[in-house]
C-alpha cells in the first residue's frame, strides 16, 4: 500500500555500486531505512542530492509493517522547504544535530507532535542567515521533552546543583559524582528559563558554551540507550565560531 508521509533526512549508506540505503524520520512511520536502487546510477530518476542530511521531503512510500526496507516511490522537497539550502558555515552545525537524531530517534511509529518540532526549527535553520551561538542547546534541551528526559527545572539558592542522573536540581548535602558545578548548573536553569527568540541574550563564553554542551551530551548519553560517542562533535567545535 502506498502512503503519503512527510519525512526527515537522517543520513545515506551506499550499497552495493549502485544503490542506497536512506535513514528517515518520518511524521507517519517514525524511524525507517529505504532502499533506492540505482539511486548513484545517472539513469536514477530518484536523484542522490535529495537525501542530504536534515532536508525535509515530502514522500510517497510503499510500506510494510516489520519490513527491515522501505521502498520510496516519488520523493520531492517538502512545501515548508521548497527551496532547502544549508549555508556552508551551517554545515558543521547540521552533520553534528543529524549524527545525534540518528542516534534517539528510534521509534518506529509516528509522532506527529515531535516531527512538528523538529520540522519547525530545520526550517528555522535555513530561513535565518546567522543562527543563534545557543541555538543546539535550545534545540536539545527541548528535544528532551520528547524523548522522556526532560530536565525539571527545579533550581533554587538550595538546590544548585544539576543531577544528571536524575534529572533536577539537588542541594550541596546530595551532590554526587554525576552532578555538575554550581556555574554549569545555574547556566543550564538559565537555558531551560529562555525561549529561543531570546536566546542571544545570554552572555555565554566559549569555553562555557563548550562544557554546557559537554553537559547535555553527557545527560543524553546517561538516559537515551546506545548514544555513543559522536564522529561530529570535533569538528563542531572546532568549526563553530562560539
Known sequence: ?????????????????????????????????????????????????????LFLLDMNVSHREGKNLQTIKEVQFSDLTPRLNFETHKQPLVLF?????????KEEEGDP??????????????????????????????LSRFLGFYPNDNWSVENQFFDLDNADFVSLADRHVHCLNANMSRLLHTLLQTQLSEINEIDLSADEMKSILRAILNFYALHSHGFTKLKSLAVFEDLSDF
Open 113 to 142: 507532535q515531535l516531527f512538528e518540532f523538529l520540522s519547525n526549527h530545520i526550517s528555522y535553520m535555513v530561513q535565518v542567515e546567522i543562527l543563534p551561538k545557543a541555538y543546539h542547546l535550545n534545540l536539545l534541551l527541548n
Open 97 to 105: 544535530l543529524a549524527e545525534i537524531l540518528s542516534k534517539v530517534l
Open 1 to 53: 500500500m502506498i502512503h503519503k508521509t512527510r519525512a526527515i533526512i537522517l543520513g545515506i549508506v551506499k550499497y552495493s555500486e549502485t544503490s542506497l540505503i536512506v535513514h528517515a524520520y518520518t511524521e507517519k512511520f517514525g524511524r525507517q531505512s529505504y532502499m533506492i536502487k540505482g539511486g548513484r546510477s545517472k539513469k536514477s530518476r530518484t536523484k542522490s542530492n535529495l537525501f542530504q542530511s
